[in-house]
T-cell receptor, first 109, second 113 residues
């Protein structure tokens, strides 16, 4: 299981682009990278998943360099409602899966 | 499609009792996973069921058990409740069964007194 490292917290202002980077040095060849968003007292919400290069959907973009040892979740023009904890996971469901502490993003007015 | 539903949403139990939580996955999803979330330990994986079989299990004592029915609905049971079992219990369903593309329910808030 690939261990992941993310910043514990980040601050931003409304309207800015936010980039959250996740390091996963021992990612395996078949591993996908998945990001979730969680608000207090709610279940995590699937944001985006990718394998290589760039993936974009209506919510975010995911950038994955060629060596796949890191990935960056990009949130365009954040608003106050984007204040949440963001989790990066690598691999698939198995006995050792961990969500980690995630990155607590605070968006200020 | 309707999302993942969990019942009940809130539950208060006394230490020593047992509890059963229910989860209905998104239609067509065959994999259901359960998680426990507490302020101190974060989001921890309990187990995953696929086609009525437990396929993965996290590091939790045997008091925590689960099952999945033929319609993919799942239940988890906690016996001999302890104060430390107070947590938000989350269920997630997965269309493919192995990747992390999971869709979570709103959770069941269990309080043990």
């Amino acid at each position: 299981l690939a261990k992941t490292t993310q910043p514990i917290s980040m601050d931003s202002y409304e309207g800015q682009e936010v980039n959250i980077t996740c390091s996963h040095n021992n990612i395996a060849t078949n591993d996908y990278i998945t990001w979730y968003q969680q608000f207090p007292s709610q279940g995590p919400r699937f944001i985006i998943q990718g394998y290589k290069t760039k993936v974009t959907n209506e919510v975010a973009s995911l950038f994955i360099p060629a060596d796949r040892k890191s990935s960056t979740l990009s949130l365009p023009r954040v608003s106050l409602s984007d204040t949440a904890v963001y989790y990066c996971l690598v691999g698939e469901i198995n006995n050792d899966m961990r969500f980690g502490a995630g990155t607590r993003l605070t968006v200020k007015p | 499609k309707a999302g993942v539903t969990q019942t009940p949403r809130y539950l208060i139990k006394t230490r020593g009792q047992q509890v059963t939580l229910s989860c209905s996955p998104i239609s067509g999803h065959r994999s259901v996973s359960w998680y426990q979330q507490t302020p101190g330990q974060g989001l921890q994986f309990l187990f995953e069921y696929f086609s009525e079989t437990q396929r993965n299990k996290g590091n939790f004592p045997g008091r925590f058990s689960g099952r999945q029915f033929s319609n993919s609905r799942s239940e988890m049971n906690v016996s001999t409740l302890e104060l430390g079992d107070s947590a938000l219990y989350l269920c997630a369903s997965n269309p493919w069964g192995v990747t992390y593309e999971q869709y979570f329910g709103p959770g069941t808030r269990l309080t043990v007194t």
